[in-house]
């Protein structure tokens, strides 16, 4: 059982930048893809951003392409999501997640979830 713990939401104003940690308890994090998803109120929980299991590769969705950064520090067992230029339609729960499957883009692939930070972008 893989647990993980979310941390560095918060409130901030519109072109801002927050980061978002998510450490693993797994002393074999580098087996696992990791994932970001984000859940608006009233909204379906949806993609945000993937790394693989070495972080040579990343797949972000287009609504945050160019302004996230997902990266990770195997030693530490944490991932981090870098987000810049935040506007108020990202304001959402943040969710990660931990994949021992897949580098994949769909909730499904994950085996594991956080219980999420809460991100908010005032105009």
């Known amino acids: 059982q893989v647990q993980l713990v979310e941390s560095g939401g918060g409130l901030v104003q519109a072109g801002g930048s927050l980061r978002l940690s998510c450490a693993a308890s797994?002393?074999?994090?580098?087996?696992?893809?990791m994932g970001w998803f984000r859940q608006a109120s009233g909204n379906e929980r949806e993609f945000v951003a993937t790394?693989?299991?070495?972080?040579?590769?990343?797949d972000y969705a287009d609504t945050v392409k160019g302004r996230f950064t997902l990266s990770r520090d195997n030693a530490k067992n944490t991932v981090y999501l870098q987000m810049n230029s935040l506007k108020p339609e990202d304001t959402a729960v943040y969710y990660c997640?931990?994949?021992?499957?897949?580098?994949?883009?769909?909730?499904?692939?994950?085996?594991?979830w956080g219980q999420g930070t809460q991100v908010t972008v005032s105009s």
């Open positions: 797994e002393r074999t994090f580098s087996n696992y893809a």
């Open positions: 997640a931990a994949s021992s499957r897949v580098f994949g883009r769909f909730k499904k692939d994950y085996d594991y």
């Open positions: 790394i693989s299991w070495t972080g040579v590769r990343t």
